[in-house]
């Protein structure tokens, strides 16, 4: 298993694009505490890992495991702007090798978007890929510099142990229809 410090710690990095105020940014935040290493240029990101970017369309499942526990690669998160969603993901995935995955679906923790399906923050997220792989207590340490951050757990308990229980990633998938009503979401999107 591939670690990169004596308490098991897995690598995390966020590519911050200064897309909002940097003293609220999740990942700046916890890169200040040491939970995660800050990037501010896409070259000088990790070469092999998975990327958080919630428009891929493929999920964070069992069979990308082994890419960050057994072949050294890293968890990165992309830090954008909602409101820029779609530039940004073009604008890094044209030119970084990493393999884009998105999120199961969780509620968000954060006061922005508190209780919105699927609006995590970097944090929340990078988090969440923690918790899915096994190290719960790496997961929580990112979370720890907010007040907030505990309660991302008690939110998503029973999403976050059924996800991290999957066997394949089809399997995560459909989990995600016995915690939410997607069709309700779907409609709510369209609306808005």
């Known amino acids: 298993m591939k670690t990169v410090d004596s308490n098991n710690n ?7 694009l200064a897309q909002d105020d ?15 290493n800050l990037h501010k240029k896409i070259n000088t990101l990790p070469r092999r890992g ?15 495991h082994s890419l960050i526990l057994e072949q050294g690669g890293s968890i990165v998160g992309l830090d954008c702007s909602w409101a820029h969603i779609e530039s940004s993901v073009a604008q890094v995935m044209k030119r970084t090798r990493l393999q884009p995955r998105m999120l199961p679906l969780l509620l968000a923790a954060n006061p922005v978007n508190w209780g919105k399906p699927g609006r995590l923050t970097t944090a929340e997220a990078l988090a969440t890929v923690l918790y899915l792989l096994g190290n719960k207590e790496q997961a929580r340490s990112v979370l720890g510099a907010f007040r907030w951050g505990e309660r991302f757990f008690e ?13 394949s990633s089809a399997e995560l998938v459909a989990l995600q229809f016995e915690f939410f009503n997607l069709d309700h979401l779907k409609d709510s999107e369209d609306k808005s």
């Not at 940097?22 to 995660?36: C, D, E, F, I, M």
């Open 10 to 16: 897995l690598p995390v990095h966020a590519l911050w």
């Open 22 to 36: 940097p003293k609220k940014n999740t990942a700046v935040l916890a890169s200040r505490r040491g939970n995660l």
């Open 50 to 64: 998975i990327i958080l970017e919630p428009l891929c369309g493929k999920v964070f499942g069992p069979e990308d």
């Open 155 to 167: 939110l998503n308990r029973e999403p976050l142990e059924a996800y991290a229980a999957a066997q």
